[in-house]
């Protein structure tokens, strides 16, 4: 359609007539033939493409701008909300560096408190290790005194029945028939006599 319009302009743009003829030949139709009118180069293709080009931009204008807004704001959505992420992420490593560094202190804390806890009990053990012992020494020094004791008990009743052993047999080896008569009247008159 382009090509029918651009001949007809083309013809009607020539002037007609043997003298405008003339004329025309040195005028536009010479600058068209010279300048625009080679082979492959046909300017109506370039007026029809124009055109195309044209209508399609306002015929796609709207729909792609409302496109092309929709996409910038759900990118501009997305960068946001990335943003927001990331500071939140930051905000989480900062509490997570903050309970490092107090969980490493908290450590601290406590491996000095275990090391105090730790010398306590060795100190009380200590003490309580020598509290037994002492005990035990004060048990055993009574144990031997109370066996001590009873050895000497024993000893003192060993060497008083061997003392009257001894005695019964000195006496019996001193003490005749004779001797033995006059210990028994002896005896019965102390008492009172016979009846």
Request: glycine share 10%; net charge negative.
């Given at each position: 359609m382009s090509a029918f319009l651009f001949n007809y302009i083309l013809i009607f743009a020539a002037p007609t007539g043997s003298g405008a003829g003339e004329a025309a030949s040195g005028g536009?139709?010479?600058f068209y033939n010279h300048y625009l009118n080679f082979?492959?180069?046909?300017?109506?293709r370039f007026f029809n493409l124009a055109v195309?080009?044209?209508?399609l931009i306002y015929l796609l204008k709207k729909p792609l701008t409302a496109a092309f807004k929709a996409k910038r704001e759900t990118i501009r959505a997305e960068l946001?909300?990335?943003?927001a992420e990331k500071q939140a992420a930051l905000e989480r490593l900062t509490?997570?560096?903050a309970k490092l560094?107090?969980?490493?202190?908290?450590?601290q804390a406590i491996r000095q408190r275990a090391e105090q806890e730790a010398v306590a009990e060795k100190s009380r053990i200590t003490e309580q290790t020598e509290f037994e012992i002492n005990k035990l020494r004060e048990q055993a020094i009574g144990e031997i005194e109370r066996k001590n004791q009873l050895a000497r008990l024993e000893l003192r009743r060993f060497s008083a029945e061997?003392?009257?052993r001894l005695a019964e047999e000195k006496i019996k080896m001193e003490i005749t028939d004779e001797k033995d008569a006059r210990l028994v009247k002896a005896n019965i008159q102390s008492i009172g006599g016979l009846n």
């Open positions: 536009f139709m010479d082979p492959g180069f046909e300017a109506w195309f080009v044209g209508i946001i909300r990335a943003e509490v997570i560096e560094v107090g969980l490493e202190a908290e450590a061997e003392s009257i």
